[in-house]
């Protein structure tokens, strides 16, 4: 089993950046594929990206391709969410999760095996 604690959310302004981090604790932390979702008031959960257990390989939504990347660092069993040229609409409470099929892309809410508990952000226009 695997522990995990998202930080770094807070409000910012439209266009600028923000870096989510999310700490794991338990089981060894490569032993698991991770990602981001985020779910905005009155909206389903949905996904935001994802990395592979070697960091490898990385995989985002069309709405924040280009502004929003993903990493890992084994060593410190963080994961992170840099967010950049940030919109309105990314508001929304940002959630990390683990999957134990560490080599795949974890792209749906039902690859995911634990969450954490979310972290909000919040893009003032």
């Known amino acids: 089993q695997v522990q995990l604690v998202e930080s770094g959310g807070g409000l910012v302004q439209a266009g600028g950046s923000r870096r989510l981090s999310c700490a794991a604790s338990?089981?060894?932390?490569?032993?698991?594929?991770m990602g981001w979702f985020r779910q905005a008031p009155g909206k389903e959960r949905e996904f935001v990206a994802a990395?592979?257990?070697?960091?490898?390989?990385?995989y985002y939504a069309d709405s924040v391709k280009g502004r929003f990347t993903i990493s890992r660092d084994n060593a410190k069993t963080t994961v992170y969410l840099q967010m950049n040229s940030l919109k309105p609409e990314d508001t929304a409470v940002y959630y990390c999760?683990?999957?134990?099929?560490?080599?795949?892309?974890?792209?749906?809410?039902?690859?995911?095996?634990?969450w954490g508990q979310g972290t909000q952000v919040t893009v003032s226009s």
């Open positions: 990395i592979t257990w070697s960091g490898g390989s990385t």
């Open positions: 338990g089981r060894t932390f490569s032993y698991y594929a």
């Open positions: 999760a683990a999957d134990r099929d560490r080599a795949r892309m974890m792209m749906t809410e039902k690859q995911a095996d634990y």
